[in-house]
């Protein structure tokens, strides 16, 4: 992961979603070693290379039949499938409006 982190557009990526305090390169080299980070990844690993990732997939509105198989790359996978819908698909048309009953609104 530190090879990673240490490609200045990861980094540059990476700090824009971090509060004010932790966007140097030497604040998120320190919280990547933490053992509060190392934890929650693990965690978070645990998780993922398990029948858990599919239920994660679903509480994230993904359909969990999107990911070939269990682990980080099937969950990758649906992410991105994920997208790529969201992507091509077209937003949809407002409502129409219906026109007022009567006239009554036009005069007040």
């Not at 990861?10 to 604040?27: C, F, I, N």
């Not at 997208?83 to 036009?106: C, M, W």
Request: aromatic letters at 4%; a negative charge; charged letters at 20%.
């Amino acid at each position: 992961m530190s090879a990673v982190v240490a490609d200045p557009e990861v980094q540059a990526r990476l700090l824009e979603h971090l509060p004010d305090s932790l966007r140097s390169p030497q604040e998120v080299s320190e919280l990547l070693r933490s053992p509060q980070f190392q934890q929650a990844l693990d965690g978070i690993s645990q998780v993922l290379v398990g029948p858990q990732m599919y239920q994660v997939l679903q509480s994230m509105g993904i359909d969990p039949g999107s990911a070939p198989r269990p682990g980080l790359e099937g969950f990758y996978e649906a992410l991105i499938q994920h997208a790529a819908a969201r992507v091509a698909a077209p937003a949809p048309a407002p409502a129409p409006q219906s026109p007022p009953d009567d006239d009554s609104d036009l005069y007040d």
